[in-house]
């Protein structure tokens, strides 16, 4: 089983639509929790973060569940903008970070 | 000016050849690290330094080896580049007490034939 697990997609949505992705890890000793932004053939580069009471950036809210050990982001009235690949990362004590491999989001006019 | 710099950006070279990929950042990190992208698999990390006298191996550090030449300076080899080498590697840097917030470079699309 992988560490961080995501739904590779794609998810194909229209302008306006709101989207959700899931993630999920697999120690629970995970300590904190990312989003990345990755475009095409572009480096990943950092959304927001994720905490345990939530917290949203404009159209974006990311929640965080550790019982059940999965993260989420939300993506409300999507924008063609928004069409990228979207990156759980997980970090552990100690050194560790890992990144999910990620969901695609395509949005259309 | 970009914060984090590869180059070369993209290189083919063929079975057998050693190959030097550089690294430079202007964001002052004492960490840095060196990542391979395949598709569907996500960012693997291939060594790690969180400072010029520190080096790490990471997940998948066989056929590599690096070189930290200052705070600023993270270079990756392919001593005897090999075609499952082919990939999208990916530098990038934290700052102490960061781990998750790091900061990438646009990337090296390596070929190897």
């Known amino acids: 089983r992988k560490e961080v697990e995501q739904d590779p997609g794609p998810f194909n949505v229209p302008e306006g639509a709101t989207v959700a992705f899931n993630c999920t890890y697999s120690?629970?000793?995970?300590?904190?929790f990312f989003w990345y932004r990755q475009d095409c053939r572009k480096e990943p580069k950092l959304l927001m973060s994720?905490?345990?009471s939530g917290n949203e950036d404009g159209r974006f809210t990311a929640q965080l569940n550790r019982a059940s050990q999965y993260i989420s982001l939300l993506i409300r009235d999507s924008k063609l903008s928004d069409s990228a690949t979207y990156l759980c990362?997980?970090?552990?004590?100690?050194?560790?970070?890992?990144f999910g491999a990620g969901t695609r989001l395509f949005v259309k006019a | 000016d970009a914060d984090v710099t590869q180059t070369p950006r993209n290189r083919i070279t063929k079975t057998g050849k050693r190959i030097m990929l550089e690294c430079s950042q202007t964001?002052?990190?004492?960490?840095m690290y060196w990542y391979r992208q395949d598709p569907g698999l996500g960012l693997q990390l291939i060594y790690y330094?969180?400072?010029?006298?520190?080096?790490n191996k990471g997940e998948i550090s066989d056929g590599y080896s690096v070189s930290r030449q200052a705070q600023a300076k993270f270079s990756l080899s392919l001593e005897s580049a090999i075609p499952n080498q082919t990939a999208l590697y990916f530098c990038?840097?934290?700052?102490?007490?960061?781990?998750?917030?790091?900061?990438f470079g646009p990337g090296t699309r390596l070929t190897v034939l």
């Open positions: 330094s969180f400072d010029v006298k520190d080096i």
């Open positions: 120690n629970s000793a995970s300590q904190s």
């Open positions: 990362v997980v970090t552990t004590g100690g050194f560790k970070t890992i």
């Open positions: 990038a840097t934290s700052d102490e007490g960061e781990l998750g917030t790091q900061y």
């Open positions: 994720v905490y345990s």
């Open positions: 964001k002052g990190h004492d960490r």
